[in-house]
């Protein structure tokens, strides 16, 4: 983002001048990035120059008016740099996000497959998006899994960050597994609004991993609405089907009960011109949108509010995203609810003692041989894929008795490496 929360205009006006001085040293003529890094006593330290655009340069745009990569190219071709230090004011403040082919349930490693879908923000004012792909394309294990970029700026920071997160939570992509559901749950996470940030936010707020699954809003009402909602509209079309056999016809009812997350939501739904009206213990709410089945983003109103939420059928779940949060949700009858209720859990599976490729890449080491004992952590294979190496480890101890795939190997995901007893 840009300009840093944490950095006052003396420490910014400190780094400025270091970043001058040394573009001054070597004669550099050309667009380049020169990073420090601050520790927390806000001391700063050089890290590095490079000598060409960065991939954050969309948030410098945004503030100081100026088409990096345009002036770039001037250069290059010989024309004199035209802009003075003085004429680059800040103006407001940028954010962006990269949407990566990565998985969060898996450490972010990444991911390879066809973008089955792929649907983009709509470019607004303060909302910019930048990527490479397009719908039907395949994501390999040969480049960088980067997908996109998607960059917001406003007056101050707050406006900057709600047009992000707003934005991040109209991305949709189907196919491979991303980024999106942590990006958006980021932007929106107290600290970050905040803007109390360090190198080790990820290890402190998400310990165990992030898992979309448990992302909570404070006020689940608007899940509530549009799920109730959208069941009313499938068994409206189920009513509408011609040549039910009798006595199996398939009746619209307006009570149901809203399962998400562990708790029961009773709603009475009716229909209303343009929408459906939700009753929920006696708070109404006013669900107005025109989705269409199949349909990816449920746009509308409730109660005049504007909201924008993804949404999927999944036989009898619907899968909403929204803010971060990935919920599949039931919404049943009141007997089935009570059904569900007192169902016992499954039980706890222990984990067997294959290891697996947790992404698809090449296998360019093994580090053990049948017979080899292992201890819980200890370093068992290589993987390389999207230009990086990934060191897997055994996750308790035993003896390796079986390997199960060779040096040279191009592994497809959860394909079995070796085994241990």
Not at 23 to 29: E, F, G, L, P, S
Request: charged share 20%.
């Amino acid at each position: 983002e840009a300009p840093s929360p944490f950095l006052d205009p003396t420490m910014r006006a400190a780094m400025q001048a270091q970043a001058i001085a040394l573009a001054t040293a070597v004669h550099y003529q050309s667009a380049g990035t020169v990073e420090f890094i601050v520790d927390a006593d806000r001391q700063f330290y050089f890290l590095e120059m490079n000598t060409r655009l960065q991939v954050e340069h969309p948030v410098t745009e945004f503030v100081t008016g100026i088409d990096i990569v345009e002036w770039m190219i001037r250069i290059a071709a010989g024309e004199a740099l035209r802009i003075q230090q003085s004429e680059v004011p800040l103006h407001g403040w940028a954010m962006e996000a990269r949407v990566y082919a990565e998985n969060p349930l898996r450490n972010f490693l990444p991911s390879v497959g066809r973008l089955v879908r792929f649907q983009p923000p709509a470019e607004a004012s303060g909302v910019r998006v930048d990527s490479g792909v397009s719908e039907g394309g395949e994501i390999s294990i040969y480049y960088d899994p980067l997908v996109a970029k998607v960059i917001a700026h406003g007056a101050s920071r707050e406006r900057a960050r709600v047009r992000l997160r707003d934005a991040l939570n109209e991305f949709a992509i189907r196919g491979i597994s991303h980024n999106i559901s942590f990006l958006t749950a980021l932007v929106d996470h107290p600290r970050f609004r905040a803007g109390n940030l360090t190198t080790d936010f990820i290890a402190e707020e998400f310990p165990l991993g992030f898992h979309p699954e448990h992302v909570v809003h404070d006020d689940p009402s608007q899940l509530v609405a549009v799920a109730a909602a959208m069941h009313r509209r499938y068994r409206e079309r189920a009513a509408r089907i011609t040549g039910q056999l009798p006595g199996y016809e398939r009746p619209v009812e307006n009570d149901w009960v809203v399962v998400l997350q562990g708790q029961s939501y009773p709603v009475r739904v009716t229909a209303i011109p343009g929408g459906h009206l939700v009753d929920h213990n006696g708070r109404l709410y006013q669900v107005l949108s025109d989705w269409q089945f199949g349909q990816l983003l449920f746009r509308g109103t409730i109660n005049g509010e504007p909201i924008c939420m993804q949404v999927e059928r999944r036989e009898l779940y619907l899968r909403l995203w929204h803010w971060g949060a990935e919920i599949d949700v039931l919404v049943l009858t009141a007997r089935a609810a009570e059904l569900l209720a007192t169902m016992p859990a499954q039980p706890h599976r222990e984990r067997t003692g294959i290891v697996c490729a947790p992404m698809p890449g090449l296998l360019t080491r093994l580090l053990v041989q049948v017979g080899s004992e292992v201890q819980a952590g200890e370093d068992l294979a290589v993987m390389e894929a999207m230009k990086m190496e990934n060191v897997l480890n055994a996750h308790r101890a035993g003896r390796v008795v079986k390997i199960l795939a060779q040096v040279g190997d191009s592994l497809a995901v959860d394909q079995p490496i070796l085994e241990l007893a």
